[in-house]
């Protein structure tokens, strides 16, 4: 394998390594400043299209970010209910 073979796999290595990151860690950091201006847009003015579009894509980004594997039915994890 030439230098130029192996610099160009590194190329695509890191062009991975960059998408990911960006999918793994800036989502959702995205996400939770899009909550957070939507929470405080609905204290300010109270609620309204503009804040109500900022907690859906928070929301949105939330769901997409917890992996291809997660539920995404809106079903919490933890402890079954208990039946009566």
């Known amino acids: 394998m030439t230098d130029e073979e192996e610099n160009l ?3 695509f290595l890191s062009r991975r390594l960059r998408m ?3 999918f793994a860690i800036g989502a959702p950091i995205l996400g939770a ?3 957070t201006v939507g929470d405080a847009l609905e204290r ?5 299209a503009a804040s109500r579009a900022l907690k859906y894509g928070r929301d949105w980004l939330r769901r997409r970010s917890r992996g291809p594997l997660a539920r995404r039915g809106g079903a919490t994890t933890g402890a079954a209910p208990s039946a009566r």
């Open 44 to 48: 300010r003015n109270g609620p309204g």
């Open 20 to 22: 990911w990151a960006l």
């Open 9 to 11: 796999m590194w190329v």
């Open 33 to 35: 400043l899009l909550g």
